[in-house]
């Protein structure tokens, strides 16, 4: 058997870093979102390149990547009512929460207002 064989056979054994199908998520707050006066977000990464793209994904995919050691997952709370002011600081202090995880995730979430009811 040549080399080439030998790496051939081996490309083929499952490696446990087959790619990650990733199905990512924008949320929609409900009314009793709004009642509640907040929604959880779920973000993740690539675990070794903080520079790789952060995902937006729902709950009950959320419980799929935990298991996947390649990949970080940060949770924030995402306050949707209250003064503009209120709003900005509440959420400015979930990202930097976040960011503990996923350093760059502030940029990902640039308008801390999103989703807020005028």
């Known amino acids: 058997m040549t080399n080439k064989d030998n790496y051939n056979n081996i490309k083929k054994l499952p490696s446990g870093l087959e790619k990650l199908k990733i199905l990512t998520y924008i949320p929609k707050p409900s009314k009793g979102d709004y009642s509640t006066g907040y929604i959880t977000r779920f973000f993740i990464q690539k675990v070794n390149d903080i520079s790789s793209p952060i995902y937006e994904i729902n709950a009950n995919y959320s419980s799929n990547i935990e298991s996947k050691v390649y ?16 709003i900005k600081k509440s959420n400015a202090a979930s990202v ?9 995730i502030g940029l990902y979430l640039p308008n801390l207002l999103q989703f807020h009811k005028k």
């Not at 930097?96 to 760059?104: C, F, G, H, T």
């Open 71 to 86: 990949y970080v997952l940060t949770s924030l709370d995402w306050r949707l009512v209250g003064t503009l002011d209120e």
């Open 96 to 104: 930097r929460l976040a960011s503990a995880d996923i350093p760059k």
